[in-house]
């Protein structure tokens, strides 16, 4: 039998039969689990809310309650371990029906040590498989987080779960950038299609001549370079979601095919001549609108209805910025944590920096944006110069963009500083031409450089 991970193993026995008790500690103590013992049922629940067990051995038949009723209370706990109950002759069938409820497996008595460690090794086994997806289940849910309490906010995540609750087909509007396949993902993994593929295709992004292979699959042979038979995203998504990402690119042909597989529930490969029957829930997303689109003959109006059933509007970033700031922690927190960087602290100005801007990419730009600070400034405090700089590389040092809202303090050092950089680079940093042109002595010009943080980029003699 392979050897199982023992480190931070746990087993509770619950029997009152105290030799059956002691042959179990012995078979698990000498394979190196750590075990503990409960002669009743009261006592085992009482250490299974004060303590973490992995696994629970749970004799059918204890003296003040019964394992059934220990086993549906275990059953109820946050982290319930994994349960194995053990049965004399007689109630096998019990055992059988406690299984049913939740229980792994049944041991039945007189006991055989292989047996016992075959089963502990599976339902060591199925314990970790369980925590492995709740911890991935978790990340999944901190990756995939919507991040703001506008109005908007509120609104959008009572369509999301309103969406879930359905297979409906869904359709959502935003610019670039604001999330709609954040959106499209917590649709699919807060419904009933979570345990399914979620398969996305960008149809912006895929030539024309492409995208109908991609959607649909090929045989073998149906075109030069077609070497083997390939699924298409359609199959690829059967039992789970397909996101159509900016539909309002696809051609009039492919929508046309689109819309007989979205009728028919039938996908057709290219090359081939039977047709595969899907099950798949369809999220469309679009940048454009698809209504002025159909005035001009650019997309089809039957194909539009059957995608519009359910609507998701995402407003853009300058509509929401009272979300923005949580947004700007949220983006620092993970980067911290991905790279253990040191957190930085954005002062009143910058915030509001933040806020004016247009964001013209959306939430896209805005986590560009903060990760490129927290790559590049290497002061702690974040000020309205420091991501003007970021936002404007290479803008000209004269003068103040009328939306930036500073202190007099803070347009003063701007100033000095942008004026400092921009004499620096003209004279290829020469810090003694420099102080010439700035009209003071090298010194200053040092001491200066020091107190704003300008490193000299000028290259050693070789």
Not at 168 to 187: F, H, M, P, Q, W
Not at 324 to 332: A, G, K, N, R, T
Not at 428 to 435: C, D, G, P, Y
Request: glycine letters at 8%.
């Amino acid at each position: 039998m392979e050897p199982v991970p023992k480190e931070n193993v746990r087993i509770l026995i619950a029997d009152d039969n105290r030799s059956h008790s002691d042959i179990l500690m012995s078979i698990i103590g000498h394979a190196g689990f750590e075990c503990d013992a409960a002669e009743d049922g009261t006592t085992a629940l009482k250490k299974l809310e004060t303590e973490t067990y992995d696994l629970v051995l749970l004799d059918l038949k204890l003296p003040d309650i019964s394992g059934m009723t220990v086993l549906r209370k275990v059953l109820r706990l946050n982290c319930r371990p994994q349960v194995v109950m053990i049965s004399g002759q007689g109630s096998v069938q019990a055992a059988v029906e406690a299984i049913k409820i939740g229980a792994f497996d049944f041991l039945e008595k007189p006991l055989d040590s292989k047996r016992v460690l075959l089963t502990v090794k599976n339902a060591l086994e199925k314990e970790r498989l369980v925590r492995d997806k709740a911890r991935l289940m978790k990340e999944l849910a901190d990756r995939y987080t919507m991040v703001g309490q506008s109005t908007g906010m509120d609104s959008i995540r009572e369509m999301i779960s309103r969406a879930a609750d359905t297979t409906s087909k869904v359709l959502i509007e935003g610019e670039n950038g604001t999330g709609k396949e954040l959106i499209a993902r917590l649709i699919h993994h807060q419904g009933p299609r979570s345990g399914g593929p979620f398969v996305t295709i960008n149809c912006a992004a895929i030539p024309e001549t492409l995208i109908e292979s991609e959607l649909f699959g090929f045989k073998k042979g149906s075109f030069t370079g077609a070497l083997t038979d390939r699924k298409g995203k359609f199959q690829s998504a059967d039992g789970g979601t397909l996101f159509l990402d900016e539909i309002g690119d696809m051609s009039l042909l492919t929508q046309a095919k689109v819309l007989r597989v979205l009728e028919s529930g039938m996908v057709e490969q290219l090359g081939g001549s039977e047709a595969v029957r899907t099950d798949v829930r369809l999220i469309a997303a679009t940048n454009k609108d698809l209504k002025k689109q159909i005035e001009r003959g650019e997309f089809r109006e039957d194909l539009y209805f059957r995608l519009n059933v359910l609507n998701i509007k995402v407003p853009p970033l300058r509509q929401r910025k009272e979300d923005i700031e949580l947004l700007v922690d949220y983006f620092s927190s993970r980067y911290c944590r991905a790279f253990g960087a040191e957190p930085k602290r954005f002062s009143p100005g910058a915030v509001e920096f933040l806020k004016n801007y247009k964001w013209p990419g959306n939430i896209r730009e805005l986590k560009n944006a903060v990760e490129k600070i927290m790559v590049t400034i290497e002061n702690s405090e974040v000020h309205p110069q420091d991501i003007d700089g970021i936002l404007h590389p290479g803008s000209s040092t004269t003068g103040l963009r009328p939306f930036v809202p500073l202190t007099l303090r803070e347009a003063r050092s701007r100033f000095e500083k942008e004026l400092i950089q921009d004499r620096l680079e003209r004279n290829h940093w020469n810090i003694t031409r420099t102080a010439i042109d700035l009209g003071i002595t090298r010194i200053y010009l040092h001491r200066l450089m020091k107190d704003m943080g300008i490193k000299s980029r000028r290259k050693p003699p070789e």
